[in-house]
C-alpha cells in the first residue's frame, strides 16, 4: 500500500496481517501528530486555510493536507475541516476530538480494505483482534490507555534508574528481562509497562522494548524506529521526545 492518504490498492496487498501493518502504521502517525509533533499539527491547522484533514501514512508520518478531488475517493477520507475548530474550544478538548475521528477514520479504512480483498468473517475477526489489541488514538492522546503499576524493583524500572537491559542475548535476538513466573503474572493482570509511543503494553507480541536513558518513559521499537540491529550498538538511548526538547534548548 502506498503512503498517500488516498493511495491506489497494489493487488499483492491481501491478508488480514498485510492490512494489519498498513493500520499501525497509520496510527503511528497519527498518535506522532497529536502528541510529540503536536505543536508543529496545531500550526498547520490553520483556521484561515480551507478545509483540511489529518492523514496517518503507512510509513508512520502524517500530513495536514486538502482532501482528494475525485469522487468518490480511492479511500475513505478523514474527518473534514479539522482546523475550522482549532480556535473554537481548548486545546486538549480538540484534541481529543480529532483523536476520536481518527480513529473512526483508521478502522473505516482497514475494513475497505477487507472489503476490497473479500475476507471473509474469520479474515475480519483476525483483523479486528489485531486493531484492538492496540490502545487507540483517543487513549494514546488522553493518557487513558497509559494507567499502569510500578513495576518491580529488581527487575523492572526502579527509584535507582535500574531498567531491563537493552542489550541482546547469546542467539542475538531481543530479549525482555527475565521475571519469576508470578511477578510476570501480576504485570500482565495490571497493565505492565506500556509504550509511551502507542500505549501498548511490555508483554505485546514479543517486540523489542527499549527504554529512555533521559526520561522514565519506554518504546516499542517499531513505535521508535530502532530495530534489533541498531540496539546492538546504542550505548545510550535518548527518545523522540527528549531529542525534541534538547534540540529547542
Not at 91 to 100: P, Q, R, S, T
Not at 165 to 176: F, R
Not at 193 to 222: A, R, T, V
Request: aromatic share 10%; hydrophobic share 30%; net charge neutral.
Amino acid at each position: 500500500m502506498d503512503d498517500a492518504g488516498s493511495a491506489p490498492i497494489f493487488p499483492n496487498v491481501r491478508t488480514p496481517e498485510d492490512v494489519f501493518r498498513d493500520f499501525r502504521g497509520r496510527r503511528a502517525g497519527i498518535v506522532k501528530a497529536l502528541t510529540t509533533d503536536v505543536e508543529n499539527f496545531y500550526k498547520l491547522c490553520d483556521p484561515e486555510k480551507e478545509n483540511l484533514c489529518l492523514y496517518g501514512l503507512s510509513n508512520e508520518t502524517w500530513e495536514v493536507t486538502l482532501p482528494a478531488e475525485e469522487v468518490p475517493p480511492e479511500l475513505p477520507e478523514p474527518a473534514l475541516g479539522i482546523n475550522f475548530a482549532r480556535d473554537g474550544m481548548a486545546e486538549k478538548d480538540w484534541l481529543m476530538l480529532v483523536a476520536a475521528h481518527s480513529d473512526a477514520w483508521l478502522i473505516a479504512v482497514a475494513f475497505y480494505f477487507g472489503a476490497r480483498f473479500g475476507f471473509d468473517k474469520d479474515a475480519r475477526r483476525r483483523l479486528f483482534t489485531m486493531i484492538s489489541n492496540l490502545p487507540t488514538v483517543y487513549e494514546a492522546v488522553t493518557g487513558s490507555g497509559k494507567k499502569q503499576s510500578k513495576p518491580p524493583t529488581s527487575n523492572g524500572k526502579s527509584k535507582s534508574g535500574t531498567k531491563p537491559s537493552k542489550k541482546t542475548n547469546s542467539n542475538s535476538k531481543p530479549v525482555k528481562q527475565s521475571l519469576p513466573k508470578q511477578e510476570e503474572q501480576t504485570i500482565k493482570e495490571e497493565g505492565g509497562y506500556k509504550c509511551g509511543m502507542c500505549g501498548g503494553s511490555y508483554y505485546e507480541n514479543g517486540e523489542l522494548w527499549i527504554g529512555c536513558d533521559s526520561c522514565p518513559n519506554w518504546y516499542h521499537g517499531d513505535c521508535v524506529g530502532v530495530t534489533p540491529a541498531k540496539a546492538e550498538h546504542i550505548k545510550k538511548y535518548r527518545c523522540p521526545s527528549c531529542s525534541n526538547k534538547r534540540s529547542r534548548e
